[in-house]
């Protein structure tokens, strides 16, 4: 009797060696419902971020464009975000050229997902500005458009448009609230 004691613990022993197919298709359902549910999660964090850092470095670019009028007053205010940038060298002495106003990438126009770009208009000198952004990918890195112009008033436009190049595009947009 002892032997078939033995013999049945060895059989069951055998048999519960490892997970069985359906468990295994178990647990991958159950790990694929939780992707289902966390990974909108995610993209929506990753947006209001991306949106987020945007609306700063529109805030930037346009703090540069004001220092940059104050210290170029014959110039008045900067043509793209290159000239308030170090114009890829390092920053030895700021010119109107390079006015080592903004970092590298900023300069560069392109930032967490979004495309930045600023504009001077008006005569000699340039009177007014616009500096603004859109979502480099809409619906993957952003759904909202940033611009501020002389005024210093952020708008914001939810919509896949491009960059708002002008002063009177920008100030087409609704004001942030």
Do not use: H, W
């Amino acid at each position: 009797q002892l032997r078939q004691t033995q013999q049945r613990k060895q059989t069951t022993m055998q048999r519960q060696k490892g997970f069985s197919l359906i468990e295994l298709l178990i647990v991958v359902a159950i790990i694929l419902i939780i992707a289902a549910i966390a990974i909108p999660n995610l993209i929506r964090a990753k947006i209001a971020a991306n949106e987020s850092s945007a609306a700063a470095s529109v805030r930037s670019i346009s703090t540069a464009q004001i220092a940059y009028a104050a210290s170029y007053p014959l110039v008045g205010f900067a043509a793209n975000t290159a000239t308030l940038g170090p114009g890829g060298v390092t920053c030895a002495g700021p010119t109107s050229t390079n006015a080592c106003l903004l970092d590298d990438v900023l300069a560069a126009g392109f930032k967490s997902g979004y495309t930045f770009g600023t504009a001077a208009e008006g005569g000699t000198p340039k009177t007014q500005f616009v500096s603004a952004s859109a979502p480099s990918s809409y619906n993957l890195t952003g759904v909202r458009n940033f611009c501020m112009v002389t005024d210093g008033v952020l708008r914001i436009d939810p919509g896949a448009k491009p960059l708002a190049g002008t002063v009177a595009a920008c100030g087409a947009y609704p004001i942030a609230q």
